[in-house]
């Protein structure tokens, strides 16, 4: 018998105060803040803190859960997890959420785990949809560029799924300028245009702006979705006076390790944070501000380990406003 007292409802006012982009030139609009589960969501985490993020994140208006075949550790376990909170507490929900998945990276043994060949590509995507107890998704993603296999079998996959109503859309992450251009076309031809590319963007990484993807994608109408906003937790306060026992660095060291934080990155951490005061917010706060600043990308994906740091990355859109000034500041502290 369910725990009645634990079942969810969710708040009333859930669409108040988040705002609403539309991804590229297509009919979907992404929340400007959305929740990742790369990290947390694993066979590692809590099954009951997972879900209370999750309940923060929709009550707040984040409408957007990102999602990966690979996610975990162990690899899966983030959809199982997910699946059973789908289907908990967001079953009625279903069709205010914007559920995602990838494929692209090593996911089983074998030749036909790994990269973007069609048989793998529509394997993960079935798996995925096991995991997550769901007929379908809202966006499936070709998770990387594949080197070996043609871009034409990688994006007909990407078409078929759709096609066969396994995703609503189709996207691309890590994908070049290059590349971007080649999918966008194939895709036109087949006539299932690519609505995103999810690459990573942060104060401290710019390559999106420096391989021109990030001018291409506007103007080809496609929408680009922040990952690692926060560089993976550098563009925060929590390493200023040390390593916390609780950090990411201190539990984790696969992503961020205490190498990164050399003097020279802390210098401009601290020079960041500095500045993000004078305006009000958190370094955090700030970081996430900056990158929606411009309206070139229509989500951040934030990554968290506590509902509080989900609600404390929300107040980076009571303003994303910068002057000149502190836009040219941020850019030499980066050593822009």
């Known amino acids: 018998m369910a725990d009645i007292a634990n079942i969810y409802a969710a708040s009333g006012a859930r669409y108040d105060q988040m705002e609403y982009n539309r991804v590229g030139r297509s009919g979907l609009k992404f929340p400007a803040v959305s929740l ?39 690899y899966g376990s983030a959809e199982t997890n997910a699946g059973r909170i789908l289907r908990e507490d967001f079953r009625p929900y279903r069709d205010e959420l914007v ?27 079935d798996q995925s949809l096991k995991r997550l107890g769901l007929d379908y998704v809202d966006i499936f993603y070709h998770h990387r560029m594949d ?57 401290f990484d710019r390559t999106i702006e420096e391989d021109g993807v990030k001018d291409y994608c ?20 929590r390493y200023l006076n040390g390593i916390p026992e609780d950090s990411r660095i201190a539990r984790d060291g696969r992503f961020l390790n205490a190498s990164s934080l050399t003097p020279e990155r802390l210098a401009q951490i601290r020079a960041l944070n500095d500045l ?44 994303h406003t910068f002057t000149a000034e502190e836009l040219a500041r941020i850019d030499e502290i980066a050593g822009r």
Not at 54 to 73: S, V
Not at 218 to 237: H, K, N, V, W, Y
């Open 147 to 203: 080197p070996e296999t043609p871009l034409e079998e990688s994006m007909e996959a990407l078409a078929h799924i759709v096609r066969s109503g396994r995703a609503l859309y189709a996207g691309i992450s890590n994908y070049d300028r290059e590349h971007t251009a080649q999918a966008i076309e194939i895709m036109r031809q087949l006539r299932c245009p690519l609505i995103v590319n999810q690459r990573r963007y942060s104060i």
């Open 36 to 74: 990742g589960f790369w990290h947390n969501f694993g066979s590692n985490g809590k099954f009951d803190n997972m879900r209370a993020m999750c309940r923060t994140a929709f009550d707040h208006g984040i409408t957007q859960f990102d999602l990966a075949n690979n996610y975990g550790p162990v």
């Open 276 to 319: 993000a005061r004078q305006r009000g917010q958190t370094l955090a706060g700030m970081a996430l501000a900056w990158i929606l600043k411009d309206g070139d990308v229509c989500s951040v994906l934030i990554g968290a380990s506590r509902s509080e740091q989900i609600l404390e990355d929300l107040k980076a859109l009571e303003n």
């Open 218 to 237: 506007r103007e080809a109408g496609m929408g680009i979705i922040a990952f690692s906003p926060l560089a993976q937790g550098l563009l925060t306060d």
């Open 99 to 125: 559920i995602t998945s990838k494929a692209g990276y090593d996911m089983w043994d074998g030749p036909y785990g790994n990269w973007g060949s069609r048989k793998y590509l529509i394997a993960s995507c």
